[in-house]
């Protein structure tokens, strides 16, 4: 089993920047895809952005692309999502989750996860 537990999330104003950490314990996770995800109150959860084991390939949803990145450190079993330049629109509860199967592949549907972390508040203010 992994216990994955986010970290970072709070209140910004639009502009500003926040670090989210998710910290993964129970077992390595060097070799499985992570992900975060996000969910706005009312939405459907939805993928902001994936990292395969190595750390070489990262994707993101394009409402986040050239603002977000994403990074895994593997010998932390940890996984990061620097946040630049947020938007209101980027306020909602963000999610780690890892892949269990071991793959190259980054899948962008929330149900092709199998561990979940508890999720963090992020609120940017106009």
């Known amino acids: 089993q992994v216990q994955l537990v986010e970290s970072g999330g709070g209140l910004a104003q639009a502009g500003a920047s926040l670090r989210l950490t998710c910290a993964a314990s129970?077992?390595?996770?060097?070799?499985?895809?992570m992900a975060w995800f996000r969910q706005a109150p009312g939405k459907e959860r939805e993928f902001v952005a994936g990292?395969?084991?190595?750390?070489?390939?990262?994707h993101y949803a394009d409402s986040v692309k050239g603002r977000f990145t994403m990074s895994r450190d593997n010998a932390q079993n940890t996984v990061y999502l620097q946040m630049n330049s947020l938007k209101p629109e980027d306020t909602a509860v963000y999610y780690c989750?890892?892949?269990?199967?071991?793959?190259?592949?980054?899948?962008?549907?929330?149900?092709?996860?199998?561990?979940w972390g508890q999720g963090t508040q992020v609120t940017v203010s106009s």
């Open positions: 990292i395969i084991r190595s750390g070489g390939n990262t």
């Open positions: 989750a890892a892949d269990s199967k071991v793959t190259f592949t980054i899948m962008r549907r929330a149900n092709e996860y199998d561990y």
């Open positions: 129970g077992r390595t996770v060097s070799r499985n895809t």
